[in-house]
């Protein structure tokens, strides 16, 4: 019986040596092998009436056929008005891109930040197509030339110029500090 099995063995050794370590580069998070579709360097814009409105850059993305989402790597986002001009950009370690209504969510070392110098920097980010709010229930800071705002969760418009929080730390509004009892 032994000998029967040492031929398939035998394949097996040489199928997993001959695995060529030159392919794309391993990403820092090990997905289920059960992608449909592995991209690497992906570019994807979203228009409305011809106008770019979304452009989302990845390093890497699982692409899942059957939920119509995608696992990606090394992610940007950016925002454009309805004009095509610039409103703000987001980049994180990793984040999923729902296909069928375009609601996204960043994770890891998310980094917010608008053409006039705001920035919103936390854990967790989603973004919610339908009604073009960006939110997060995790711990974040906001910092714009004009204020200062820390707390546990918030939502923003995708220029983030309207920042709330239900959960604040801490903030400061011009010269005023805003402290929570």
């Not at 060529?20 to 979203?46: E, I």
């Not at 854990?123 to 004009?146: C, H, K, M, N, W």
């Not at 604040?168 to 011009?174: A, E, F, K, S, T």
């Amino acid at each position: 019986m032994a000998r029967s099995l040492a031929p398939g063995i035998g394949f097996l050794a040489a199928v997993l040596l001959a695995c060529d370590a030159g392919g794309p580069p391993p990403t820092s998070v090990s997905l289920p092998d059960t992608a449909d579709q592995v991209l690497y360097g992906v570019v994807h814009n979203v228009t409305i009436e011809g106008v770019r409105r979304i452009r989302l850059e990845a390093d890497t993305v699982y692409f899942y056929q059957t939920s119509q989402s995608a696992e990606m790597m090394g992610v940007k986002v950016q925002f454009y008005s309805a004009q095509g001009v610039l409103r703000s950009t987001v980049i994180s370690d990793e984040g999923t891109y729902e296909w069928r209504n375009g609601d996204m969510e960043a994770r890891g070392n998310v980094l917010a930040r608008t053409p006039d110098e705001r920035r919103l920097t936390t854990e967790v980010l989603a973004y919610d197509q339908r009604t073009e709010v960006i939110s997060g229930s995790e711990a974040f800071v906001f910092d714009a030339p004009d204020r200062h705002l820390e707390g546990d969760g918030f939502t923003a418009d995708p220029d983030f110029t309207s920042v709330t929080t239900t959960r604040p730390r801490r903030g400061r509004i011009r010269d005023a500090d805003v402290r929570r009892p």
